[in-house]
């Protein structure tokens, strides 16, 4: 068995109907590669062949009444991919607007937790083409948060997909085996009679950045802090219900920015965001004052010695969405994601993971529940959106012998926050996922379509 973190245990305790928080992608594949033509037999074989070299795939979740610690992950003895693997097909014309309602309403639903706590919806008739004579496929995957965070979720993706359409298997690997209930409860009280050094640790943590902060502070050197975001009209309490619209731009396109003004990639997708959230709520009147702060994941992966599946720390980067003139907003977020990166360096990289080993299932989920019920998504949101950017290899891949064309990543929504914006650069290509909650954002399309919008104009600006 496999112990889950604090970390990645907390994705299940703050899990609620209306919060389901699994990662997901919609792949957009050329099936004109696959070896021997697709059938979806052919790809069901192929995968089966693959998720024997990939035990995180057959595991499932375990625990015992008497567990004082997080639950456990076990081999599924069980595992059929057939409970996995679904399959679907667009109504005409199969254009984005089909696929994207049909994607929205896998996401709004919450995976079993009595099996391996992901799933694969293979979608035929994209674009009114028949994949069986080499027409185009979309793919939508879900992973429970969790099991992966972005990093470790790119990872699994790559290890469905090759760098060559028939490429062989990978050779089967082992899984972290079975476990009893008594010895999850007593390997979980070993566990929980450590956590007193544990965190008199991350006291002494937790007070050392207090301190850098306050000096920080002082000279001005401060990330955006949480619970100073502006109210805005995807800042209140969510349902289930998910929206989803994407977007593909041209790497080169955004290289040409950032080598124009010397900043880092994230700065121009920052810049992006802004731009397209700025003028969607400028044409409805509702441009707050103060600028909107996205909340952003920061990968720990190299810094951290933690167990767990998920790595990852957080910083809250000011949009500079008060700023007008689209130069001068690129270079203000430029310098404020400078000054918000040396912050969170300042933090200790496992203080996040070390606290949330003391996650308790009972206080998380009724914290989620006072928090969505009470004004207090309306009044003060932690931020406005979730900004994530996941890097990704830059040549072809082939997913399970089909050429991808697109994948577009697909984060979770929180309460008080029900929009995020994730992008994966991948083959030339900067992937946009949008997700939200349509009863806050109705039609997510014009913020997609607003992006090679945005994007003409950044360029416009360096000519």
Not at 163 to 181: C, H, L, R, S, Y
Not at 330 to 339: E, L, P, R, T
Not at 363 to 368: E, R, S, W
Not at 375 to 383: A, C, D, G, Q
């Amino acid at each position: 068995m496999q112990r889950l973190s604090g970390l990645d245990a907390s994705f299940l305790y703050l899990e609620t109907p209306s919060q389901p928080l699994h990662v997901c992608s919609i792949l957009e594949l050329d099936t004109s590669t696959m070896p021997g033509g697709y059938t979806f037999d052919r790809l069901r074989d192929e995968l089966a062949l693959r998720i024997k070299a990939m035990p995180q795939f057959r595991e499932k979740l375990a625990d015992s009444a008497f567990n004082l610690d997080h639950p456990v992950w076990v081999e599924d003895n069980d595992f059929d991919v057939n409970r996995h693997l679904h399959r679907i097909g667009l109504p005409p014309p199969g254009g984005r607007l089909e696929l994207a309602e049909i994607a929205g309403h896998i996401a709004s639903l919450q995976l079993d937790r009595t099996r391996p706590l992901w799933e694969m919806w293979v979608i035929e008739g994209v674009a009114g083409t028949d994949a069986h004579e080499g027409g185009r496929l979309a793919v939508m995957t879900k992973v429970h948060h969790a099991a992966v965070d972005g990093v470790t979720g790119a990872n699994l993706m790559s290890q469905l997909c090759s760098t060559e359409p028939d490429a062989p298997a990978p050779d089967p690997v082992e899984g972290v085996g079975g476990a009893n209930e008594l010895e999850i409860a007593l390997t979980g009280a070993m566990k929980f009679a450590a956590r007193p050094l544990r965190l008199a640790n991350a006291l002494t943590d937790t007070a050392s950045t207090v301190l850098k902060t306050v000096l920080r502070a002082r000279s001005g050197q401060t990330m955006a802090p949480p619970f100073a975001a502006p109210r805005t009209a995807f800042n209140d309490t969510i349902t289930a219900e998910r929206n989803i619209a994407y977007a593909q731009l041209d790497l080169d396109d955004v290289k040409t920015v950032k080598d124009y003004f010397g900043v880092k990639v994230n700065d121009v997708v920052m810049a992006l965001v802004s731009g397209v959230l700025r003028q969607f709520l400028l044409d409805r009147g509702e441009l707050p004052e103060s600028s909107l702060v996205a909340m952003v994941p920061v990968s720990v992966h190299e810094k951290s010695d933690r167990p767990g599946r998920n790595q990852v720390s957080g910083m809250f980067a000011s949009l500079q969405t008060h700023i007008a003139d689209p130069v001068e907003r690129i270079k203000a977020i430029a310098d404020a994601n400078s000054v918000a990166k040396q912050h969170s360096s300042a933090i200790k990289a496992t203080l996040l993971q070390d606290w949330s080993q003391f996650a308790a299932p009972a206080v998380f989920g009724a914290a989620m529940r006072v928090y969505a019920r009470t004004s207090l998504t309306k009044r003060i949101p932690v931020h406005n959106l979730v900004v994530s950017n996941v890097p990704g290899p830059q040549v072809p891949l082939y997913f399970l012998g089909s050429e991808v064309k697109a994948m577009y990543p697909l984060g979770p929504i929180f309460q008080g926050s029900g929009l995020n914006i994730t992008v994966m650069s991948l083959a030339g290509k900067l992937n946009v996922g949008i997700i939200a909650c349509p009863e806050l954002l109705p039609d997510l399309w014009e913020l997609a379509d607003d992006f090679g919008v945005g994007m003409e104009e950044l360029l416009l600006a360096t000519r």
